[in-house]
């Protein structure tokens, strides 16, 4: 599925080619902590199959807690995530951050990841009072 993106100031699009079916949540605490949220929402690509149409990413190297090194890849701008990856690989695998896709109503999780650090709440969304705006 070809999809297309960008940050939130715009500096950052891309295109690309993933796998609706290869949708994932994860609770690790660097995605909460990263994201400023709950959970990451990513989706694979392979590095031949994402193309950065404008603008540059900015890389910041974060080893986490399972002593993996991920290369967190924003926009210089505004801060907005884009992908992750582990350095240094052959042929690189980006976490295309989901929330930045064009058509991520079309992208539903198919799996949870790290769900040991899970926040207790994200499991009962439906309990939680909901409003139309
Ligand atoms: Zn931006
Ligand atoms: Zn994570």
Redesign the pocket.
Known sequence: MKVDGN??????RYEAVIDPSMVAICHCTDCQVHSGTAYGIVVGVVEQQFNLLH?TLKVYEKTADSGTIRALAF?P????RIHATTPGDKSKFFGLRVGTIRQRDQLKPTVQAWCGSALDWVHDLGAIPKSGQ
């Open positions: 940050c939130l100031c715009g500096h950052v603008g926009c701008e505004c801060g907005n």
